[in-house]
Protein backbone atom coordinates (compact mmCIF):
# COMPACT_ATOMS: atom_id res chain seq x y z
CA UNK A 1 0.00 0.00 0.00
CA UNK A 2 1.59 3.20 -1.19
CA UNK A 3 1.18 6.64 1.03
CA UNK A 4 -0.98 8.16 -1.56
CA UNK A 5 -3.35 6.19 -3.80
CA UNK A 6 -5.64 7.70 -6.49
CA UNK A 7 -7.74 5.99 -8.05
CA UNK A 8 -9.99 6.60 -11.22
CA UNK A 9 -10.36 10.23 -10.06
CA UNK A 10 -13.28 11.75 -12.14
CA UNK A 11 -13.86 15.58 -11.22
CA UNK A 12 -16.31 17.71 -13.49
CA UNK A 13 -16.56 21.51 -13.14
CA UNK A 14 -20.47 22.40 -12.86
CA UNK A 15 -21.23 25.23 -15.98
CA UNK A 16 -24.93 26.60 -15.54
CA UNK A 17 -25.70 23.70 -13.93
CA UNK A 18 -24.37 21.16 -16.56
CA UNK A 19 -21.37 19.08 -15.48
CA UNK A 20 -18.18 19.49 -17.45
CA UNK A 21 -15.48 16.79 -16.98
CA UNK A 22 -11.57 18.24 -16.21
CA UNK A 23 -10.03 15.25 -14.80
CA UNK A 24 -11.40 11.80 -16.52
CA UNK A 25 -10.08 9.10 -14.59
CA UNK A 26 -6.77 9.40 -13.70
CA UNK A 27 -4.84 7.08 -11.27
CA UNK A 28 -1.63 7.18 -9.48
CA UNK A 29 0.24 6.12 -6.51
CA UNK A 30 2.96 8.38 -4.36
CA UNK A 31 5.18 7.20 -1.35
CA UNK A 32 7.74 7.70 1.06
CA UNK A 33 10.04 9.24 0.43
CA UNK A 34 9.41 9.60 -3.75
CA UNK A 35 8.93 12.41 -5.67
CA UNK A 36 5.94 12.04 -8.68
CA UNK A 37 5.93 14.96 -11.27
CA UNK A 38 2.76 16.09 -13.18
CA UNK A 39 2.79 17.89 -16.44
CA UNK A 40 0.38 19.06 -18.56
CA UNK A 41 -0.87 22.74 -19.97
CA UNK A 42 -2.88 24.71 -19.22
CA UNK A 43 -6.67 23.02 -18.77
CA UNK A 44 -5.21 19.83 -18.45
CA UNK A 45 -6.66 19.19 -14.79
CA UNK A 46 -3.31 18.94 -13.08
CA UNK A 47 -4.39 21.68 -10.56
CA UNK A 48 -7.91 20.07 -10.17
CA UNK A 49 -6.25 16.76 -9.02
CA UNK A 50 -3.90 18.28 -6.27
CA UNK A 51 -7.24 20.44 -5.30
CA UNK A 52 -9.05 17.44 -4.89
CA UNK A 53 -6.47 15.89 -2.93
CA UNK A 54 -6.02 18.60 -0.44
CA UNK A 55 -9.89 18.46 -0.06
CA UNK A 56 -10.49 22.36 -1.06
CA UNK A 57 -12.96 22.37 -3.75
CA UNK A 58 -15.32 22.05 -1.21
CA UNK A 59 -17.98 25.20 -1.91
CA UNK A 60 -16.31 25.85 -5.45
CA UNK A 61 -18.54 24.65 -8.63
CA UNK A 62 -16.24 21.72 -8.90
CA UNK A 63 -17.37 18.11 -7.67
CA UNK A 64 -15.65 15.02 -7.48
CA UNK A 65 -17.72 12.55 -9.53
CA UNK A 66 -16.40 9.02 -9.67
CA UNK A 67 -13.49 7.53 -7.86
CA UNK A 68 -11.03 7.31 -4.90
CA UNK A 69 -8.75 9.12 -2.75
CA UNK A 70 -6.86 6.91 -0.11
CA UNK A 71 -4.09 8.81 2.12
CA UNK A 72 -2.35 6.14 3.95
CA UNK A 73 -5.02 3.55 3.60
CA UNK A 74 -7.58 6.08 4.56
CA UNK A 75 -10.71 7.10 2.00
CA UNK A 76 -10.44 10.40 2.17
CA UNK A 77 -13.49 11.08 0.02
CA UNK A 78 -15.69 9.63 2.85
CA UNK A 79 -13.87 11.53 5.73
CA UNK A 80 -16.39 14.70 7.16
CA UNK A 81 -14.78 17.74 6.64
CA UNK A 82 -13.30 18.14 10.44
CA UNK A 83 -12.32 15.08 9.80
CA UNK A 84 -10.27 16.10 6.79
CA UNK A 85 -9.05 18.92 8.43
CA UNK A 86 -6.91 17.14 10.87
CA UNK A 87 -4.96 15.68 8.29
CA UNK A 88 -4.93 18.54 5.70
CA UNK A 89 -1.70 21.12 6.62
CA UNK A 90 -1.15 18.53 9.42
CA UNK A 91 0.20 15.25 7.46
CA UNK A 92 -0.82 16.58 3.81
CA UNK A 93 0.29 20.21 3.31
CA UNK A 94 0.43 22.02 -0.47
CA UNK A 95 2.84 25.15 -1.59
CA UNK A 96 0.71 27.17 -4.17
CA UNK A 97 2.20 29.43 -7.42
CA UNK A 98 1.80 32.67 -5.88
CA UNK A 99 3.95 33.34 -2.70
CA UNK A 100 2.86 37.06 -3.10
CA UNK A 101 -1.25 36.44 -3.03
CA UNK A 102 -0.78 33.12 -0.69
CA UNK A 103 0.60 34.60 2.55
CA UNK A 104 -1.55 37.36 4.27
CA UNK A 105 0.33 40.66 3.91
CA UNK A 106 -1.35 42.24 7.07
CA UNK A 107 0.66 39.45 9.33
CA UNK A 108 4.05 38.87 10.59
CA UNK A 109 5.32 35.63 8.96
CA UNK A 110 5.93 34.23 12.15
CA UNK A 111 2.67 34.68 13.39
CA UNK A 112 1.31 32.61 10.26
CA UNK A 113 3.95 29.57 10.77
CA UNK A 114 2.56 29.76 14.46
CA UNK A 115 -0.71 29.85 13.81
CA UNK A 116 -0.74 26.99 11.72
CA UNK A 117 1.41 24.74 13.75
CA UNK A 118 -1.01 25.74 16.75
CA UNK A 119 -4.11 24.82 15.04
CA UNK A 120 -2.65 21.16 14.23
CA UNK A 121 -0.27 21.01 17.50
CA UNK A 122 -0.90 21.36 21.15
CA UNK A 123 2.05 23.66 21.66
CA UNK A 124 3.03 26.86 23.74
CA UNK A 125 2.72 30.25 21.81
CA UNK A 126 6.70 30.39 22.74
CA UNK A 127 7.47 26.62 21.92
CA UNK A 128 5.66 27.39 18.30
CA UNK A 129 7.99 30.97 17.75
CA UNK A 130 10.68 28.62 18.50
CA UNK A 131 9.94 25.81 15.90
CA UNK A 132 9.08 29.23 13.12
CA UNK A 133 12.72 29.88 13.72
CA UNK A 134 14.11 26.50 13.71
CA UNK A 135 11.57 26.13 9.99
CA UNK A 136 12.91 29.52 8.99
CA UNK A 137 16.37 28.25 9.38
CA UNK A 138 15.54 25.14 7.45
CA UNK A 139 14.39 26.90 4.35
CA UNK A 140 17.16 28.84 4.77
CA UNK A 141 16.27 32.09 5.96
CA UNK A 142 18.91 34.20 6.59
CA UNK A 143 18.99 35.98 10.36
CA UNK A 144 15.90 33.80 10.98
CA UNK A 145 15.66 34.97 14.80
CA UNK A 146 14.76 38.51 13.40
CA UNK A 147 13.48 37.70 9.96
CA UNK A 148 10.21 35.46 12.01
CA UNK A 149 9.20 39.04 12.48
CA UNK A 150 9.46 40.56 9.08
CA UNK A 151 6.43 41.32 6.92
CA UNK A 152 5.87 39.20 3.62
CA UNK A 153 6.49 42.74 2.01
CA UNK A 154 9.63 42.57 2.93
CA UNK A 155 11.24 39.65 1.55
CA UNK A 156 12.08 38.71 -2.03
CA UNK A 157 9.78 36.05 -4.01
CA UNK A 158 12.31 33.70 -3.27
CA UNK A 159 12.30 34.08 0.30
CA UNK A 160 8.64 34.61 0.11
CA UNK A 161 8.07 30.86 -1.56
CA UNK A 162 10.77 29.43 1.26
CA UNK A 163 8.34 30.72 3.77
CA UNK A 164 5.75 29.09 2.53
CA UNK A 165 7.49 25.93 2.10
CA UNK A 166 8.59 26.26 5.88
CA UNK A 167 4.88 27.19 6.54
CA UNK A 168 3.87 23.33 4.91
CA UNK A 169 6.85 22.13 6.68
CA UNK A 170 5.77 22.99 9.50
CA UNK A 171 3.52 20.09 10.77
CA UNK A 172 6.21 17.54 9.35
CA UNK A 173 3.71 15.97 6.79
CA UNK A 174 4.38 12.98 5.19
CA UNK A 175 3.21 14.05 1.80
CA UNK A 176 3.72 17.31 0.21
CA UNK A 177 1.65 18.82 -2.68
CA UNK A 178 3.90 21.82 -4.65
CA UNK A 179 1.54 23.42 -7.71
CA UNK A 180 3.74 25.33 -9.69
CA UNK A 181 6.44 25.76 -6.97
CA UNK A 182 8.87 27.95 -8.64
CA UNK A 183 6.88 29.26 -11.55
CA UNK A 184 6.77 32.78 -10.33
CA UNK A 185 10.11 32.89 -9.46
CA UNK A 186 13.70 33.45 -11.55
CA UNK A 187 15.88 30.43 -12.70
CA UNK A 188 18.51 30.91 -10.03
CA UNK A 189 16.30 30.86 -7.05
CA UNK A 190 13.99 28.43 -8.46
CA UNK A 191 17.42 26.47 -8.55
CA UNK A 192 17.71 27.17 -4.94
CA UNK A 193 14.18 26.38 -4.28
CA UNK A 194 14.09 22.33 -5.93
CA UNK A 195 17.41 21.89 -4.28
CA UNK A 196 16.14 22.86 -1.22
CA UNK A 197 13.03 20.73 -1.54
CA UNK A 198 14.70 17.60 -2.07
CA UNK A 199 17.55 18.21 0.45
CA UNK A 200 14.31 18.16 2.77
CA UNK A 201 12.87 15.24 1.47
CA UNK A 202 16.18 13.69 1.98
CA UNK A 203 16.36 14.12 5.36
CA UNK A 204 12.52 13.76 6.27
CA UNK A 205 11.85 11.18 3.41
CA UNK A 206 8.61 13.43 2.68
CA UNK A 207 6.82 12.09 -0.20
CA UNK A 208 6.48 15.09 -2.95
CA UNK A 209 4.27 15.67 -5.86
CA UNK A 210 5.51 18.58 -7.99
CA UNK A 211 2.80 19.84 -10.71
CA UNK A 212 4.42 22.02 -13.20
CA UNK A 213 4.12 22.83 -16.89
CA UNK A 214 7.65 22.85 -17.19
CA UNK A 215 8.99 19.72 -18.39
CA UNK A 216 12.55 20.55 -17.53
CA UNK A 217 12.00 20.77 -14.14
CA UNK A 218 10.01 17.34 -13.70
CA UNK A 219 12.70 16.09 -15.25
CA UNK A 220 15.17 17.02 -12.90
CA UNK A 221 13.47 16.54 -9.60
CA UNK A 222 10.91 14.02 -10.08
CA UNK A 223 11.59 10.16 -9.59
CA UNK A 224 8.55 9.28 -11.87
CA UNK A 225 6.36 11.75 -14.46
CA UNK A 226 2.62 11.72 -14.95
CA UNK A 227 1.81 13.59 -18.26
CA UNK A 228 -1.62 14.64 -18.48
CA UNK A 229 -3.86 16.00 -21.35
CA UNK A 230 -7.37 16.99 -21.46
CA UNK A 231 -8.08 15.72 -17.98
CA UNK A 232 -6.35 12.22 -18.74
CA UNK A 233 -2.58 10.68 -17.81
CA UNK A 234 -1.29 10.19 -21.64
CA UNK A 235 2.28 8.99 -20.35
CA UNK A 236 3.58 7.64 -17.40
CA UNK A 237 6.88 6.31 -15.94
CA UNK A 238 9.68 6.57 -14.05
CA UNK A 239 11.78 9.97 -15.52
CA UNK A 240 14.45 7.79 -16.77
CA UNK A 241 12.23 5.21 -18.48
CA UNK A 242 9.88 8.00 -19.94
CA UNK A 243 12.38 10.56 -21.14
CA UNK A 244 14.38 7.67 -22.70
CA UNK A 245 11.45 6.68 -24.97
CA UNK A 246 8.91 9.18 -25.15
CA UNK A 247 6.05 7.19 -26.49
CA UNK A 248 3.33 9.75 -26.89
CA UNK A 249 3.25 11.97 -29.70
CA UNK A 250 2.27 14.88 -27.19
CA UNK A 251 4.92 14.54 -24.77
CA UNK A 252 7.70 14.28 -28.15
CA UNK A 253 5.42 17.71 -29.30
CA UNK A 254 5.93 19.33 -25.82
CA UNK A 255 9.95 18.11 -25.66
CA UNK A 256 10.21 19.42 -29.10
CA UNK A 257 8.16 22.65 -28.52
CA UNK A 258 10.86 23.67 -25.67
CA UNK A 259 13.60 26.07 -26.92
CA UNK A 260 16.61 24.47 -25.82
CA UNK A 261 19.84 26.58 -24.39
CA UNK A 262 22.71 23.94 -25.52
CA UNK A 263 22.18 24.02 -29.58
CA UNK A 264 20.39 25.56 -31.74
CA UNK A 265 17.26 24.88 -33.37
CA UNK A 266 16.04 26.84 -36.44
CA UNK A 267 12.34 26.38 -36.81
CA UNK A 268 10.58 24.80 -33.45
CA UNK A 269 8.36 21.36 -33.98
CA UNK A 270 5.48 23.25 -33.03
CA UNK A 271 2.04 21.21 -31.65
CA UNK A 272 -0.13 22.77 -34.12
CA UNK A 273 -3.66 23.89 -33.22
CA UNK A 274 -4.93 24.70 -29.80
CA UNK A 275 -5.32 23.46 -26.24
CA UNK A 276 -9.20 22.01 -26.63
CA UNK A 277 -11.75 23.89 -24.06
CA UNK A 278 -13.72 23.20 -21.34
CA UNK A 279 -16.71 22.25 -23.65
CA UNK A 280 -15.60 20.30 -26.36
CA UNK A 281 -16.03 17.40 -27.28
CA UNK A 282 -13.41 15.14 -28.63
CA UNK A 283 -14.13 11.67 -29.68
CA UNK A 284 -11.84 9.06 -29.49
CA UNK A 285 -8.38 10.26 -28.43
CA UNK A 286 -8.76 13.97 -27.28
CA UNK A 287 -5.16 14.75 -29.10
CA UNK A 288 -6.36 13.24 -32.57
CA UNK A 289 -6.73 16.83 -33.73
CA UNK A 290 -3.52 18.08 -32.92
CA UNK A 291 -1.21 14.94 -34.11
CA UNK A 292 0.74 14.35 -36.72
CA UNK A 293 -0.03 10.36 -36.51
CA UNK A 294 -3.25 10.35 -36.19
CA UNK A 295 -5.61 8.05 -38.06
CA UNK A 296 -9.58 7.16 -38.49
CA UNK A 297 -8.60 4.51 -35.80
CA UNK A 298 -7.76 7.48 -33.29
CA UNK A 299 -10.66 9.51 -34.18
CA UNK A 300 -13.10 6.07 -33.57
CA UNK A 301 -11.29 4.45 -31.02
CA UNK A 302 -10.07 5.87 -26.96
CA UNK A 303 -6.66 4.23 -26.20
CA UNK A 304 -6.40 2.34 -23.34
CA UNK A 305 -3.04 1.83 -21.88
CA UNK A 306 0.61 0.32 -24.00
CA UNK A 307 3.18 -0.72 -21.73
CA UNK A 308 6.92 0.35 -23.35
CA UNK A 309 9.09 -1.02 -20.57
CA UNK A 310 8.46 -1.85 -16.58
CA UNK A 311 5.42 0.37 -15.49
CA UNK A 312 6.09 2.57 -18.53
CA UNK A 313 2.36 3.33 -19.63
CA UNK A 314 1.15 5.34 -22.39
CA UNK A 315 -2.38 6.01 -23.96
CA UNK A 316 -1.71 6.06 -27.51
CA UNK A 317 -2.60 3.09 -30.40
CA UNK A 318 0.34 3.62 -32.33
CA UNK A 319 3.16 3.94 -29.07
CA UNK A 320 5.29 1.12 -30.39
CA UNK A 321 5.58 2.88 -33.41
CA UNK A 322 6.26 6.28 -31.51
CA UNK A 323 9.00 4.57 -29.12
CA UNK A 324 11.12 3.20 -31.70
CA UNK B 1 29.77 47.72 -40.65
CA UNK B 2 26.30 49.06 -41.51
CA UNK B 3 24.66 52.04 -39.69
CA UNK B 4 22.73 50.96 -36.34
CA UNK B 5 18.89 51.47 -36.96
CA UNK B 6 18.74 52.17 -33.01
CA UNK B 7 22.01 53.37 -30.63
CA UNK B 8 21.98 53.61 -27.47
CA UNK B 9 24.80 55.15 -25.08
CA UNK B 10 24.69 55.39 -21.61
CA UNK B 11 20.77 55.29 -20.44
CA UNK B 12 20.14 55.53 -17.48
CA UNK B 13 16.34 55.89 -15.65
CA UNK B 14 16.22 55.86 -12.39
CA UNK B 15 13.04 56.20 -9.74
CA UNK B 16 12.52 57.86 -6.65
CA UNK B 17 10.41 55.90 -4.69
CA UNK B 18 8.08 57.42 -2.14
CA UNK B 19 9.27 58.22 1.43
CA UNK B 20 8.79 55.35 3.83
CA UNK B 21 6.15 57.23 6.49
CA UNK B 22 6.58 60.44 7.35
CA UNK B 23 9.79 61.61 8.31
CA UNK B 24 11.54 58.52 6.19
CA UNK B 25 14.25 59.46 3.36
CA UNK B 26 13.55 58.79 -0.40
CA UNK B 27 15.59 56.27 -2.07
CA UNK B 28 16.54 56.51 -6.00
CA UNK B 29 16.04 53.34 -7.82
CA UNK B 30 18.98 53.13 -10.31
CA UNK B 31 16.25 50.34 -12.73
CA UNK B 32 18.92 51.19 -15.84
CA UNK B 33 22.31 52.80 -14.76
CA UNK B 34 24.15 53.11 -17.49
CA UNK B 35 23.74 51.05 -20.75
CA UNK B 36 24.49 51.32 -23.88
CA UNK B 37 23.79 49.08 -27.38
CA UNK B 38 23.26 49.01 -31.09
CA UNK B 39 21.01 47.11 -32.95
CA UNK B 40 21.56 46.98 -36.75
CA UNK B 41 18.86 47.03 -39.34
CA UNK B 42 17.29 43.47 -39.29
CA UNK B 43 19.11 42.67 -36.54
CA UNK B 44 17.63 40.97 -33.34
CA UNK B 45 19.17 41.97 -29.80
CA UNK B 46 17.89 40.36 -26.72
CA UNK B 47 17.75 42.08 -23.23
CA UNK B 48 18.05 38.78 -20.82
CA UNK B 49 18.08 38.74 -17.30
CA UNK B 50 16.06 38.31 -14.23
CA UNK B 51 13.21 40.11 -12.46
CA UNK B 52 14.31 43.56 -11.21
CA UNK B 53 17.73 43.63 -13.43
CA UNK B 54 15.87 46.32 -15.76
CA UNK B 55 15.48 44.97 -18.99
CA UNK B 56 11.85 46.16 -19.22
CA UNK B 57 12.41 49.68 -18.28
CA UNK B 58 15.13 49.60 -21.25
CA UNK B 59 12.18 49.26 -23.34
CA UNK B 60 9.48 51.14 -21.64
CA UNK B 61 11.96 53.98 -21.83
CA UNK B 62 12.87 54.12 -25.64
CA UNK B 63 8.87 53.73 -26.09
CA UNK B 64 8.41 56.83 -23.89
CA UNK B 65 6.47 54.56 -21.05
CA UNK B 66 9.01 56.04 -18.50
CA UNK B 67 11.00 58.94 -18.52
CA UNK B 68 14.76 58.59 -19.32
CA UNK B 69 17.49 60.26 -16.37
CA UNK B 70 20.40 60.30 -18.60
CA UNK B 71 21.84 59.34 -22.23
CA UNK B 72 21.02 59.20 -25.40
CA UNK B 73 19.21 57.19 -27.58
CA UNK B 74 19.54 57.37 -31.40
CA UNK B 75 17.03 55.97 -33.21
CA UNK B 76 17.62 57.14 -37.36
CA UNK B 77 20.12 59.44 -36.27
CA UNK B 78 17.39 61.70 -34.10
CA UNK B 79 17.35 61.15 -30.06
CA UNK B 80 14.03 60.07 -29.22
CA UNK B 81 14.99 60.18 -25.80
CA UNK B 82 14.22 64.53 -25.50
CA UNK B 83 11.41 64.65 -27.99
CA UNK B 84 7.75 65.94 -26.93
CA UNK B 85 4.82 63.72 -26.81
CA UNK B 86 4.10 65.39 -29.99
CA UNK B 87 7.35 64.85 -31.54
CA UNK B 88 7.79 61.42 -30.85
CA UNK B 89 4.04 60.69 -31.89
CA UNK B 90 5.01 60.17 -35.65
CA UNK B 91 7.71 57.59 -34.28
CA UNK B 92 5.39 55.61 -32.48
CA UNK B 93 4.21 53.97 -35.92
CA UNK B 94 8.27 53.06 -36.66
CA UNK B 95 8.72 51.94 -33.12
CA UNK B 96 5.84 49.33 -31.96
CA UNK B 97 5.69 47.10 -28.80
CA UNK B 98 4.37 43.53 -28.13
CA UNK B 99 3.10 42.84 -24.52
CA UNK B 100 3.41 40.11 -22.26
CA UNK B 101 0.07 39.64 -21.35
CA UNK B 102 -2.42 38.79 -24.46
CA UNK B 103 -5.17 38.89 -21.86
CA UNK B 104 -4.96 42.63 -20.64
CA UNK B 105 -3.05 44.27 -23.69
CA UNK B 106 -6.17 44.33 -25.91
CA UNK B 107 -8.89 45.93 -25.44
CA UNK B 108 -12.26 43.68 -24.51
CA UNK B 109 -15.16 46.35 -25.83
CA UNK B 110 -13.44 46.66 -29.59
CA UNK B 111 -13.67 43.67 -31.86
CA UNK B 112 -10.38 42.82 -34.39
CA UNK B 113 -11.04 44.61 -36.62
CA UNK B 114 -11.65 48.15 -34.56
CA UNK B 115 -8.17 47.00 -32.76
CA UNK B 116 -6.45 46.51 -35.57
CA UNK B 117 -8.04 49.85 -37.60
CA UNK B 118 -7.42 52.17 -35.04
CA UNK B 119 -4.05 52.44 -35.94
CA UNK B 120 -3.94 52.93 -39.34
CA UNK B 121 -6.27 55.78 -38.97
CA UNK B 122 -4.31 57.26 -36.48
CA UNK B 123 -0.86 57.20 -38.36
CA UNK B 124 -3.18 57.85 -41.92
CA UNK B 125 -2.24 54.44 -43.30
CA UNK B 126 -5.95 54.16 -44.37
CA UNK B 127 -8.37 56.85 -46.16
CA UNK B 128 -11.28 54.61 -44.85
CA UNK B 129 -12.86 51.05 -43.65
CA UNK B 130 -12.63 49.37 -46.85
CA UNK B 131 -9.10 50.71 -47.37
CA UNK B 132 -8.44 49.67 -43.87
CA UNK B 133 -10.61 45.84 -44.21
CA UNK B 134 -7.99 45.09 -47.04
CA UNK B 135 -4.89 45.68 -45.00
CA UNK B 136 -6.28 44.16 -41.71
CA UNK B 137 -7.26 40.71 -44.21
CA UNK B 138 -3.77 40.62 -45.53
CA UNK B 139 -2.07 41.07 -41.87
CA UNK B 140 -4.35 38.58 -40.21
CA UNK B 141 -3.10 36.16 -43.15
CA UNK B 142 0.44 36.71 -41.88
CA UNK B 143 0.01 35.98 -38.77
CA UNK B 144 -2.17 32.72 -39.42
CA UNK B 145 -5.91 33.95 -38.96
CA UNK B 146 -8.93 33.58 -40.98
CA UNK B 147 -10.28 37.10 -42.42
CA UNK B 148 -13.33 36.43 -40.52
CA UNK B 149 -12.53 36.97 -37.02
CA UNK B 150 -12.73 40.82 -37.83
CA UNK B 151 -16.23 40.95 -36.16
CA UNK B 152 -15.47 38.84 -33.29
CA UNK B 153 -14.38 40.43 -29.41
CA UNK B 154 -10.92 38.93 -27.71
CA UNK B 155 -12.72 37.28 -25.11
CA UNK B 156 -13.68 34.81 -27.86
CA UNK B 157 -9.98 34.31 -28.67
CA UNK B 158 -7.28 31.92 -26.66
CA UNK B 159 -3.79 33.38 -25.51
CA UNK B 160 -2.01 31.77 -28.30
CA UNK B 161 -4.75 33.70 -30.43
CA UNK B 162 -4.76 36.78 -28.67
CA UNK B 163 -1.03 37.28 -28.81
CA UNK B 164 -1.44 36.63 -32.91
CA UNK B 165 -3.64 39.85 -32.63
CA UNK B 166 -1.07 41.54 -30.59
CA UNK B 167 1.24 41.00 -33.26
CA UNK B 168 -0.60 42.03 -36.09
CA UNK B 169 -1.22 45.26 -34.27
CA UNK B 170 2.23 45.94 -34.50
CA UNK B 171 3.05 44.41 -38.28
CA UNK B 172 0.18 46.63 -39.66
CA UNK B 173 2.23 49.58 -39.52
CA UNK B 174 5.30 47.83 -40.90
CA UNK B 175 7.26 49.01 -37.99
CA UNK B 176 11.44 49.54 -38.46
CA UNK B 177 11.52 48.64 -34.57
CA UNK B 178 10.15 46.13 -33.05
CA UNK B 179 10.36 46.34 -29.53
CA UNK B 180 9.21 42.15 -27.37
CA UNK B 181 8.97 42.71 -24.13
CA UNK B 182 8.03 38.89 -22.51
CA UNK B 183 5.98 38.43 -25.85
CA UNK B 184 6.00 33.96 -25.61
CA UNK B 185 6.12 34.30 -21.55
CA UNK B 186 2.33 33.84 -20.94
CA UNK B 187 1.56 31.08 -23.25
CA UNK B 188 1.66 27.57 -23.23
CA UNK B 189 4.98 25.55 -24.25
CA UNK B 190 2.89 24.33 -27.77
CA UNK B 191 1.41 27.66 -28.09
CA UNK B 192 4.66 29.25 -27.25
CA UNK B 193 6.26 27.49 -30.27
CA UNK B 194 4.06 28.82 -32.68
CA UNK B 195 4.17 32.19 -31.99
CA UNK B 196 7.87 32.03 -31.48
CA UNK B 197 8.11 30.46 -35.08
CA UNK B 198 5.81 33.27 -36.57
CA UNK B 199 7.61 36.06 -34.66
CA UNK B 200 10.89 34.92 -35.87
CA UNK B 201 9.50 34.18 -39.68
CA UNK B 202 7.99 37.73 -39.26
CA UNK B 203 11.25 39.17 -38.52
CA UNK B 204 12.74 37.59 -41.51
CA UNK B 205 10.37 37.80 -44.14
CA UNK B 206 10.01 41.91 -42.85
CA UNK B 207 13.87 42.65 -41.88
CA UNK B 208 12.19 44.27 -39.25
CA UNK B 209 14.62 45.36 -36.64
CA UNK B 210 14.00 43.82 -32.64
CA UNK B 211 14.37 44.31 -29.09
CA UNK B 212 13.64 41.14 -27.38
CA UNK B 213 13.26 41.31 -23.44
CA UNK B 214 12.84 38.23 -21.86
CA UNK B 215 13.72 36.09 -19.05
CA UNK B 216 13.51 32.45 -20.57
CA UNK B 217 17.34 32.25 -21.95
CA UNK B 218 15.82 29.40 -24.47
CA UNK B 219 13.41 31.64 -26.05
CA UNK B 220 16.48 33.94 -26.54
CA UNK B 221 18.56 31.41 -27.77
CA UNK B 222 16.19 30.65 -30.73
CA UNK B 223 15.02 34.43 -31.77
CA UNK B 224 18.65 36.20 -31.29
CA UNK B 225 21.26 37.11 -33.49
CA UNK B 226 22.61 38.89 -30.46
CA UNK B 227 23.11 39.11 -26.56
CA UNK B 228 22.75 41.41 -23.59
CA UNK B 229 22.66 40.04 -20.36
CA UNK B 230 21.93 42.69 -17.84
CA UNK B 231 22.33 42.44 -13.97
CA UNK B 232 21.57 45.70 -12.09
CA UNK B 233 20.55 47.95 -14.27
CA UNK B 234 23.46 47.21 -16.52
CA UNK B 235 24.81 45.15 -18.74
CA UNK B 236 27.53 42.75 -17.68
CA UNK B 237 28.00 40.76 -21.07
CA UNK B 238 27.17 41.35 -24.52
CA UNK B 239 27.99 39.40 -27.64
CA UNK B 240 26.78 37.22 -30.29
CA UNK B 241 24.68 34.50 -29.50
CA UNK B 242 27.24 31.45 -29.94
CA UNK B 243 29.68 33.81 -27.62
CA UNK B 244 27.08 34.06 -25.18
CA UNK B 245 25.33 30.68 -24.99
CA UNK B 246 28.51 28.82 -25.62
CA UNK B 247 31.55 30.73 -24.38
CA UNK B 248 30.08 33.08 -21.17
CA UNK B 249 32.45 35.40 -19.67
CA UNK B 250 30.90 36.56 -16.58
CA UNK B 251 30.43 34.99 -13.84
CA UNK B 252 26.28 35.54 -13.99
CA UNK B 253 25.89 34.67 -17.31
CA UNK B 254 27.15 31.29 -16.18
CA UNK B 255 25.18 30.62 -12.87
CA UNK B 256 22.64 31.55 -15.27
CA UNK B 257 22.80 29.02 -17.77
CA UNK B 258 23.52 26.45 -15.34
CA UNK B 259 20.56 26.87 -13.48
CA UNK B 260 18.61 26.10 -16.29
CA UNK B 261 17.05 22.54 -15.82
CA UNK B 262 18.22 20.17 -18.51
CA UNK B 263 15.45 17.42 -20.08
CA UNK B 264 18.49 14.12 -20.66
CA UNK B 265 16.74 12.14 -23.75
CA UNK B 266 17.99 10.46 -26.41
CA UNK B 267 15.36 12.05 -28.79
CA UNK B 268 16.19 16.08 -28.76
CA UNK B 269 14.65 17.57 -31.35
CA UNK B 270 14.93 14.98 -34.01
Known amino acids: MALLEVENLHIAVSVGGVLQPVVRGISFTVDDNETLGIVGESGCGKSMTSLAIMGLLEGTPVRITDGSIRYDGTELLQLSSKQRRAIMGNRMAMIFQEPMTSLNPVYRIGDQIIESLRQHKSISKKAARARAIELLDLVRIPNPSERVDSFPHQMSGGQRQRVMIAMALSCDPKLLIADEPTTALDVTVQKEVLELMSDLQERTGTAIIIISHDLGVIAETCDKVSVMYRGKIVEAGTTENLFERLAHPYTRGLLNSIPVVDHDVEWLEAIPGRVPTLGEELSGCAFHPRCPIATGLCIAKTPGDTYIAGNHAVKCHYADQVAS | ?270
Not at chain 2, 93 to 109: K, T
Not at chain 2, 241 to 270: D, G
Open chain 2, 1 to 270: MTEAILSIRDLKTHFQTQAAGFLGEKKVIKAVDGVSFDIAPGEVLSLVGESGCGKSTVGRTLTHLEKSTAGQALFDGQDILTLSPAQFRPLRRDIQMIFQDPFASLNPRLTIEQTLGEPLFIHGLAKNWAEARVLIAETLDLVGMAPEVMTRHPHEFSGGQRQRIGIARVMILKPKLVIADEAVSALDVSIQAQVLNLIKKLQRDSGISMLFISHDLGVVRHISDRVAVMYQGEIVEMGTKHEIFENPQHAYTRKLLSAIPRIKTRQVNA
